[in-house]
């Protein structure tokens, strides 16, 4: 998918911290304790706003080709809608992973836990 490869080291990176509380989640659905659930939590707050942070670079980054547009240029473009998609593509990657984690808590929070 072309997302992936034009994607940012930003981008990549907020995609590995989104796959941390997926981890953390299955881990606790695994074994489940106080301690790990904690964890998804603070996790899954780092994961959200690397994936805010991601979709907002990406915002900036559609303002900035809008801004270099001449006047005389036919607007909106293919391109424009191409890349707006591949925008999308990695915030939509995190909220995935951040769904997985949740559902690992889901899962865990069935079994009971020591405090």
């Not at 997302?3 to 990176?13: I, P, R, V």
């Not at 915030?91 to 020591?114: M, N």
Request: proline share 6%.
């Amino acid at each position: 998918m072309n997302a992936f490869t034009h994607a940012s080291l930003f981008s990549l990176l907020s995609m590995i911290i989104t796959a941390a509380p997926m981890v953390a989640g299955f881990a606790f659905a695994w074994r489940p304790g106080a301690l790990q659930l904690a964890l998804v939590r603070a996790l899954t707050l780092v994961g959200v706003f690397a994936t805010c942070a991601n979709a907002l670079t990406g915002a900036v980054n559609m303002l900035m080709y809008f801004a270099r547009q001449a006047p005389a240029d036919p607007w909106p473009s293919g391109q424009v809608y191409s890349a707006m998609a591949e925008i999308l593509v990695i915030p939509f990657v995190g909220f995935v992973f951040l769904t997985l984690a949740w559902i690992g808590v889901a899962i865990g929070l069935r079994k009971p836990f020591d405090n």
